[in-house]
């Protein structure tokens, strides 16, 4: 199959989403199928045995590709035509030079970290972090020699540095690895803070990368690597397969860093199949729909909430003002929505068990809106993150980071916002 990266686009720069149901496939490819097929096949037929030698060379990095030479079809765990065309598309949208795709979003993360860390290295990472991230940070990097450090999100610039040189490992730093809005809460990190204290660290040969997963805002509400990061990580799982059916991740950023992912993909076989990516490709094509209703609804639940006696605290990004300085700050700055995740905390018992009584209680009465962790999809879905998403993070840091009993989190979906505020209102009402 030939690949031509650069499709016409009819003399006009064309937006991500009137690209998406076509850009990097062609018809006569497949009979004239207006839609991309499901490659559902192992391995590809060579022309000819020179032809089935020149792949090899170049997918083993034997030589360069000449000029003008596509990267031929092998065998699929090192790539496939539904990949290949999914990698593209969702370059389109990061202004990313090359992705890879995973099977999931650890898949994506623990490659990301395999390949750029190694023993006596530092991580140095945000605070709280997506748990499976967290557990592979903690139990499994030690093993191999691999330290991390966190810090909070409101710590700035300087103050982490100080902490940095305080415990002498700051020149073993190799990767600085955030997720900002942070889980549950929403507070914010500054991209390009991290960017200075990874270029303060470089060396002439080793540059400390900075990681960022967007898997809360992206594709569409945050670009990481407009503001100097080197590596985007998705749970595809979320916003871009958007439907909860299926399983996957992804990792852009510079085309010498993306071939290094894609290599040590190879080998610890952990790309998408097939089907997955062709999934992804169907959910590409609503994307920006489906993103923009979902925060236009969530923008109309934050606001109903903030008024509900019932409700103490809504934690939203469209909700900070200059007053919240550095935060508001960050937003600006980072974000050109405030996005579809929010958490509040229900308001009532005094002490934590009563909280989280009130919580399970608001929880088990939704009709609507469905008890179930995860995000992004059209489904509009409630958890508790205290008991079940973060109930990994140490009790202290918990109440540090606001994840107290009485914290609700909330991913809003695409239904109708009046039918996922009745369904707010009745399961806080009395009865
Ligand atoms: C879900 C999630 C992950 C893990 O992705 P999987 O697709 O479940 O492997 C990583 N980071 C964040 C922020 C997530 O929400």
């Known amino acids: 199959m030939p690949k031509e990266k650069h499709q016409p686009d009819h003399g006009r720069k064309l937006k991500p989403e009137s690209r998406m149901m076509s850009y990097g496939y062609h018809p006569e490819w497949s009979e004239g199928a207006i839609k991309c097929p499901v490659f559902q096949t192992s391995t590809f037929v060579f022309r000819s045995a020179e032809q089935g030698k020149a792949f090899f060379e170049v997918a083993y990095g034997l030589r360069a590709a000449r000029p003008k030479e596509k990267s031929g079809l092998i065998y699929s765990r090192i790539n496939n035509p539904d990949l290949e065309i999914l990698e593209d598309r969702l370059s389109l949208w990061e202004e990313a030079e090359d992705c890879a795709v995973f099977e999931s979003g650890m898949g994506a993360i623990t490659t990301a970290f395999l390949e750029f860390l190694k023993p006596g290295d530092l991580i140095l990472t945000s605070a709280p972090l997506y748990g499976g991230t967290d557990h592979f940070l903690h139990s499994f990097l030690p093993k191999i020699g691999i330290e991390s450090m966190e810090f909070q999100p409101r710590q700035e610039g300087a103050d982490i540095i100080k902490q940095l040189e305080a415990s002498g490992k700051q020149d073993r730093l190799a990767m600085i690895y955030i997720e900002t809005p942070a889980n549950p809460t929403n507070a914010l990190i500054d991209i390009e803070a991290c960017r200075a204290i990874a270029d303060r660290y470089s060396k002439e040969g080793k540059r400390v990368l900075v990681a960022v997963d967007n898997t809360y805002m992206g594709p569409l509400w945050q670009h990481p690597l407009k503001h100097g990061a080197d590596l985007v990580l998705y749970s595809a799982t979320k916003y871009i397969g958007g439907h909860s059916d299926v399983i996957a991740g992804a990792c852009l950023g510079s085309g010498e860093l993306i071939h290094r992912v894609k290599g040590l993909r190879t080998f610890m076989g952990n790309m998408a199949g097939p089907w997955t990516g062709w999934l992804l490709l169907r959910s590409l094509e609503t994307l920006k729909v489906r993103m923009e209703q979902q925060a236009a609804n969530a923008e109309k639940v934050a606001a109903w909430l903030t008024k509900h006696p019932k409700v103490e605290k809504v934690y939203y990004l469209g909700l900070l003002t200059p007053e919240d300085g550095q935060q508001y700050r960050i937003y600006r700055k980072q974000h050109n929505s405030p996005g579809a995740m929010m958490a509040f905390d229900i308001n009532g018992g005094a002490d934590g068990q009563d909280s989280e009584r009130l919580a399970f209680r608001f929880l088990n009465r939704l ?65």
């Not at 008890?371 to 508790?384: D, F, I």
């Open 367 to 431: 009709k609507l809106i469905k008890l179930a962790v995860s995000l992004g999809s059209t489904e509009s879905l409630a958890e508790h993150p205290a008991t079940m998403t973060h109930i990994g993070v140490g009790a202290h840091h918990r109440a540090e980071m606001n994840i107290t009993e009485k914290l609700i989190r909330l991913s809003i979906g695409v239904e109708d916002y009046g039918d996922i505020i009745w369904d707010i209102d009745q399961a806080l009402g009395e009865g």
